[in-house]
């Protein structure tokens, strides 16, 4: 495999684990966080007591979420919050022209991991990340990084969601309709801007985009214009080009109510009713049923009871 291959495969990894929290999907595969914690939020589910530290999904806001060894760095992000908030802004807005929402600030061992949500047509939640000089408890604000490629694919995947809007609107109301029939739920709004680092995405799924290629054109040409219309967009990407095992977009369900598990039968409905139902978007897509509760430090709902169909099992949709 040559070294072009190679990268592409490290990408294609990458996207297909980011954010999903499945312990089949971990070990290694995020080599770029530099420090911000986030992989290490998704790891430290695996091994856990099935029982400690979880809520029901619909009460979960994102309290009790944290990064591993983030603890002493925390206090010290929270006690400077406001300039912390300040240089996230400041940074959005001049490497990647866009203006963003800070919905949280959590220490990690390095330093600060700051989740935000872009704002604009082109919606996604991403991160950044604030050093900090432990030694002088000091942020070091004009430090501000965020790992490579992290941005550049919530962006991409907002750019698809932008592009594919009456898509995603259907599947949308094909979730609900499912959810509702096999009495799930997808997560509150407040968990999402408050753990989530996914781009593009909704209670029920998000998005990762994983066209190396159309990536960096989608990044050359939202620099020069975050405001490029979707007409614009469709021009510039020939979209219909893009190949649908190149864009992963995983489900997730919970069961709404306490004590109940996901089913066999329950699994085989949503993937035939994903496989059935056209005028969706294009994608690979990955399909995660979980009992009622999340793990309120890691945020992931992942665990023994939950079942799936998923890599590299996934259903493709032309």
Not at 232 to 243: A, G, M, Q, R
Request: charged share 30%; aromatic share 8%; net charge negative.
């Amino acid at each position: 495999m040559g070294k072009e291959d190679q990268s592409f495969m490290n990408r294609k990894n990458k996207v297909i684990i980011y954010g999903i929290g499945l312990s089949l999907l971990l070990g290694g595969c995020m080599d770029s966080a530099n420090g911000n914690g986030v992989e290490e939020k998704n790891t430290q589910v695996e091994g856990k007591d099935s029982g400690d530290g979880l809520v029901s999904v619909q009460e979960y806001d994102g309290e009790g979420f944290s990064l591993e060894n983030g603890q002493q760095n925390d206090k010290i992000a929270e006690a400077n919050r406001d300039e912390v908030e300040q240089a996230v802004k400041d940074f959005f807005l001049k490497q990647h022209k866009t203006d963003v929402e800070v919905h949280n600030v959590v220490g990690n061992v390095d330093g600060a991991s700051v989740f935000v949500e872009s704002i604009g047509k082109t919606h996604f939640h991403t991160y950044a990340v604030v050093p900090i000089d432990v030694s002088e408890e000091k942020m070091l604000t004009d430090q501000v990084f965020s790992p490579e490629g992290e941005v550049e694919n919530a962006i991409a995947s907002g750019v698809y969601g932008l592009l594919y809007e009456d898509e995603f609107t259907k599947l949308n109301q094909v979730i609900e309709g499912m959810a509702e029939e096999l009495a799930f739920t997808g997560e509150t709004k407040e968990a999402i801007n408050n753990t989530a680092a996914f781009g593009y995405g909704t209670p029920y799924y998000y998005v990762s985009f994983g066209d190396i290629e159309r990536s960096n054109l989608i990044m050359d040409t939202y620099i020069k214009n975050p405001k490029t219309s979707k007409e614009e967009w469709k021009e510039t990407l020939n979209i219909s080009e893009v190949d649908p095992e190149a864009i992963y977009i995983t489900i997730q369900l919970y069961k709404n109510r306490p004590g109940e598990k996901p089913a066999t039968e329950e699994l085989e409905r949503v993937v035939q009713t994903i496989k059935d139902t056209e005028g969706i978007p294009a994608g690979a897509y990955n399909i995660l049923l979980h009992d009622n509760t999340i793990d309120k430090e890691s945020g992931v709902g992942s665990k023994e009871t939950s079942i799936e169909r998923s890599l590299p099992d996934y259903i493709i949709k032309k």
